[in-house]
């Protein structure tokens, strides 16, 4: 299956450098619907993805549905303090259990027939199952389906077909970068969300091309110096770029408190990370943002870009002009994204174009992320 998108030519120009006639995947992979499907099967299930935080749950009783790779999760604060994630489905006719967030909840209990669950996702009750008035209290029944979870700090990963390597394994390289920054004194500010008519692979993939930031955003072009800024390096399943910016604090929200006990010279990095194939991690001194895509077909893609601040700031009033400067900063970048990512969507119903030609000073990130889904799918 793989073989007829994945040709033998197309495996040969992944492995070939930039610049000796290497290149990237062939547009199928960006446009065909059953292609999706089997990242949907072979990717996202297979791999360790960012579902939510700590943020979204911080309570026992609260309850957060999701989607990973198209398919529905809730993640759950148990009132035994544990954190949970299952399959979002009851398990008697299949009808989704939980379709919002929810606080300070004892059950979850199906809206179609309602069997009841307990967080910790064993069945509690089943109305009228042996005939009207006849209640069912199973000691054990068919519970929800859990799924592997880890954490990361305050961040929630789960990994759909429990096979994934080890999350110790898979976090260490971006664990070991971000040493520095006391992640848990993050708190989510605010979600934003955006649309695009495009792949979502080109959205992570615009996300760690450092090239186009002349062309496309003059004003993080004038703010971080492109001396400093170069193509994303790669360390297994992180692509990461650190890079010092030397310009006074303007436009992305000023006089917000910095991580506590940050180094000095951790004051002035700003870094940009792609935890593969899940999510981007950028860490300024007093924030980190954590972006998300939500593929809904081949070219249709939703991202959310979630603002973590430090501490108070994320609600304090105080800090209420500071946290709009950080929103409008981040609006403003997406904003002159959205272009340039659905050009390239429209560009892959070209037969003139297969993979691209790659500049080796800029473009080894696009085909270190290509040659993992390869890896990942076969
Ligand atoms: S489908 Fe959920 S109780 Fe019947
Ligand atoms: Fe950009």
Redesign the pocket.
Same mark, same amino acid.
């Given at each position: 299956m793989l073989d007829h998108y994945i040709t033998q030519e197309v495996a040969d120009n992944l492995r070939r450098p930039p610049g000796e006639g290497g290149s990237c995947l062939p547009n199928a992979c960006y446009t065909d619907p059953a292609w999706l499907e089997l990242e949907n099967e072979r990717l996202f299930a297979r791999s360790w993805m960012y579902a939510g935080s700590l943020d979204n749950i911080p309570e026992a009783g609260d309850i957060f549905p999701t989607t990973v790779g198209n398919r529905p999760v809730v993640l759950v604060h148990g009132h035994d303090g544990t954190i949970r994630a299952f399959h979002n489905v009851? !398990? #008697? !006719?299949?009808?989704i259990?939980v379709e919002h967030p929810c606080r300070r909840r004892r059950h979850m209990t199906?809206?179609? #027939?309602?069997?009841s669950y307990g967080l910790d996702g064993a069945l509690v009750q089943?109305p009228h199952f042996d005939g009207v008035g006849r209640h069912d209290r199973p000691q054990a029944g068919p519970g929800l389906v859990e799924i592997r979870l880890a954490r990361f700090h305050r961040a929630i990963f789960i990994n759909l077909d429990g096979e994934a390597e080890p999350f110790e394994d898979y976090i260490a390289p971006l664990a070991r970068r971000l040493a520095g920054h006391d992640l848990d004194a993050l708190r989510l500010a605010k979600t934003l969300t955006w649309e695009f008519r495009a792949n979502w692979k080109l959205v992570f993939e615009n996300y760690f091309d450092t090239y186009h930031v002349f062309a496309i955003h003059p004003r993080l072009d004038a703010f971080a110096t492109s001396e400093g800024r170069r193509g994303f390096g790669s360390e297994k399943k992180l692509l990461h770029m650190e890079a010092k910016f030397d310009q006074p604090e303007t436009g992305r929200g000023v006089g917000l408190p910095y991580y506590p006990g940050l180094a000095p010279g951790l004051e002035r990095l700003e870094a940009a990370y792609h935890l593969f194939p899940s999510c981007c991690y950028q860490i300024w001194p007093d924030q980190l943002t954590v972006f998300q895509v939500f593929p809904l077909a081949p070219d249709h893609t939703i991202e959310h870009l979630h603002v973590f601040l430090i501490g108070d700031a994320a609600s304090d009033p105080e800090f209420g002009e500071a946290r709009q400067g950080v929103y409008d900063m981040w609006d403003e970048l997406n904003r002159e994204d959205v272009n340039a990512i659905e050009w390239m969507q429209k560009g892959r119903r070209s037969p003139a174009f297969e993979g691209g030609v790659l500049a080796p000073c800029w473009d080894s990130s696009h085909q270190h992320f290509a040659r993992l889904v390869v890896e990942t799918m076969t």
């Open positions: 009851c !398990r #008697h !006719r299949g009808a259990l199906c809206r179609y #027939h309602a069997w089943r």
